[in-house]
């Protein structure tokens, strides 16, 4: 089956760390580059970070610049962010999402979406 | 880079059509033909609908359209069905100068009457 799934979620203090990881299975994982893509409770998507199928290329959503890393082990087929000095605005649940390949190209959309994993930054 | 601008909520009857905009800026929407948009209903993942302004995945209903003109895209659901109540997100693409590639909107509740 065709999936990914995010591990790693839960509740950290403010200023605390917390590493999310997804788990991609049932398709070529290093062909693909992948995103983060965040909700806050009750509120609307934000994206938060890219990397291309190689790993060799990354980008940040301004707000998390600096904090956050992201990094993949395509011999794991697995994605990671690595969360630093989070803070309360850090509240979301967190999707990992597969850049979307329509047999032609790839192209600027998300085809493939985990259920997301929760991280609560509170004290 | 702010969020784009959507109706915070959109309604219909069973069998109507409903369009949905997404307003960005030169930098995003109308800079680039790359607008996706995606439904989400309550406590599940996003899924994608539209992609580069107008083109549907495979096994996406016709009834889903998209268009854009300028700074503004726009989503239409023609015939309009209980299973389209849901949440709906427009993402511009915003190009690699910027360091930050997308940008989504602020999402709009459909509700079928």
């Known amino acids: 089956e065709v999936q990914v799934v995010e591990s790693g979620g839960g509740l950290v203090k403010p200023g605390g760390s917390l590493t999310l990881s997804c788990a991609a299975s049932?398709?070529?994982?290093?062909?693909?580059?992948m995103n983060w893509v965040r909700q806050a409770p009750g509120k609307g998507l934000e994206w938060v970070s890219f990397?291309?199928?190689?790993?060799?290329?990354?980008y940040y959503t301004d707000s998390v610049r600096g904090r956050f890393t992201i990094s993949r082990d395509n011999a794991k087929n697995s994605l990671n962010l690595q969360m630093n000095s989070l803070g309360v605005e850090d509240t979301a649940v967190y999707f990992c999402?597969?850049?979307?390949?329509?047999?032609?190209?790839?192209?600027?959309?998300?085809?493939?979406w985990g259920q997301g994993t929760l991280v609560t930054v509170s004290s | 880079q702010s969020a784009l601008t959507q109706p915070a909520s959109v309604s219909g009857s069973p069998g109507q059509s409903i369009t949905i905009s997404c307003t960005g800026t030169?930098?995003?929407?109308?800079?680039?033909?790359?607008v996706s948009w995606y439904q989400q209903h309550p406590g599940k993942a996003p899924k994608l609908i539209i992609y580069?302004?107008?083109l549907r995945p495979s096994g996406i209903s016709d009834r889903f359209s998209g268009s854009q003109s300028g700074n503004t895209a726009s989503l239409t659901i023609s015939g309009l069905q209980a299973e389209d109540e849901a949440d709906y997100y427009c993402?511009?693409?915003?190009?690699?100068?910027?360091?930050?590639?997308?940008?989504f909107g602020s999402g709009t509740k459909v509700t079928v009457l």
């Open positions: 999402a597969r850049q979307y390949y329509d047999a032609t190209a790839y192209r600027r959309a998300f085809d493939l």
């Open positions: 049932g398709f070529t994982f290093d062909r693909y580059s």
């Open positions: 990397i291309s199928g190689g790993g060799t290329y990354k």
């Open positions: 030169s930098n995003d929407v109308g800079n680039y033909n790359l």
């Open positions: 580069e302004g107008h």
């Open positions: 993402c511009s693409y915003t190009g690699a100068f910027t360091f930050s590639l997308y940008v």
